[in-house]
């Protein structure tokens, strides 16, 4: 398991770097910072069943979805996700830095060293290209205790994973925790 200071860089110009860990916090919580580009695709619209979710925008403004809408968290600003509470975020109109939260830990950092190894592979690049996708649904049926999709990109994201095994499409290993 990967230790504060690891840092997570992503194709989109994103990246994550973990400030305490699930093992240095005995699993009560993931605190990593984000570096979020200005005006970055938002991520997929998601809930996570068993954790609450909290931003602090550091530095520049960032967009969250929730409750049915875009806010603009400037600087300052923080907003916290209930558990099962649907959401997503992107970059606003300048960047950002962001420390985020997710309580309890899960496998929430897991399924980060796990997009970042496929990110590494090449095998993740533009969030739109079927590949990219067959492997992020892949990765969220896999971490569903974490990451649930919502709406009709459900029901996509199931369509997706299932055709990525079909096609013996493969994922980085699962690490044992720690």
Not at 61 to 78: I, N
Not at 111 to 132: D, N, W
């Amino acid at each position: 398991m990967q230790e504060a200071g690891a840092t997570f860089d992503m194709p989109d110009g994103s990246a994550f770097r973990v400030l305490r860990s699930p093992s240095e916090t005995a699993g009560e919580l993931v605190e990593l910072e984000l570096a979020v580009p200005a005006r970055s695709a938002a991520v997929p619209k998601h809930r996570h069943p068993r954790q609450e979710e909290e931003y602090e925008v550091l530095e520049g403004t960032f967009d969250v979805f929730v409750d049915g809408r875009w806010r603009a968290l400037r600087e300052g600003e923080s907003l916290t996700i209930a558990p099962g509470d649907a959401h997503s975020f992107r970059g606003a109109s300048e960047s950002a830095r962001v420390r985020n939260v997710h309580r309890p830990a899960l496998d929430f950092l897991e399924y980060f060293q796990r997009l970042h190894a496929l990110a590494e592979a090449g095998e993740i690049e533009k969030l739109k290209s079927p590949k990219t996708l067959i492997y992020i649904s892949m990765l969220w049926q896999q971490h569903s205790q974490t990451l649930v999709a919502v709406g009709p990109l459900r029901v996509a994201m199931w369509v997706f994973a299932r055709v990525g095994r079909l096609l013996g499409y493969q994922l980085p290993a699962r690490r044992a925790a720690t």
